[in-house]
């Protein structure tokens, strides 16, 4: 895998696998991270970077909240307190915060914000990744932020499909 700043000025485009549940993100013709169901009976994903590993998983009575769990050690990384209009806020455990929120006519656009400021936004209909020109975090931070919002774009979008389906049967 390539790191993420080596990839900007390309462009960052996600990608699914084929034949698997996953998805990578490529940029100047290489991968740069990698997202996959663990199991198809499994609810968690495996994410994969230069920089790391790790899981991600709901939590919480309703499913609705998530977290980032060092996949070696078990260690939980970051916490997602979800809100009502999609998104929420990422507090990581050193106590960086990161809102992510969700824009547009059915939330095409999805952005990371931290302190006022754009860290990341991701089209969904695009797939693509846009960083600012002088992104101020590390990139193993950086390269997290965009598999895990990419996670939680998929995310929102099987719910909402399962939230129709529940709705036509009715």
């Not at 991270?33 to 899981?55: K, M």
């Not at 929420?88 to 990161?98: E, R």
Request: positive net charge; contains cysteine.
């Amino acid at each position: 895998m390539i790191p993420i700043f080596s990839a900007i000025t390309g462009g960052l485009i996600w990608s699914k696998i084929p034949r698997q549940r996953g998805y990578e993100l490529k940029g100047n013709g290489g991968i740069v991270a990698s997202l996959r169901q663990i199991s198809c009976w499994s609810r968690e994903f495996q994410a994969e970077s230069q920089y790391g590993s790790w899981r991600f998983r709901r939590t919480g009575f309703w499913r609705a909240a998530m977290e980032i769990v060092d996949a070696t050690s078990g260690v939980r990384i970051a916490a997602l307190k979800p809100n009502w209009t999609g998104g929420g806020t990422l507090v990581f455990s050193d106590g960086q915060t990161f809102q992510l929120v969700c824009k547009g006519f059915w939330r095409p656009v999805w952005s990371v914000v931290a302190n006022g400021q754009l860290v990341l936004n991701i089209h969904s209909r695009g797939k693509k990744v846009e960083l600012p020109n002088e992104p101020r975090l590390p990139e193993g931070r950086l390269t997290l932020l965009a598999i895990f919002t990419w996670h939680l774009m998929r995310q929102a979008a099987e719910d909402a499909a399962s939230a129709a389906v529940v709705v036509a049967a009715t």
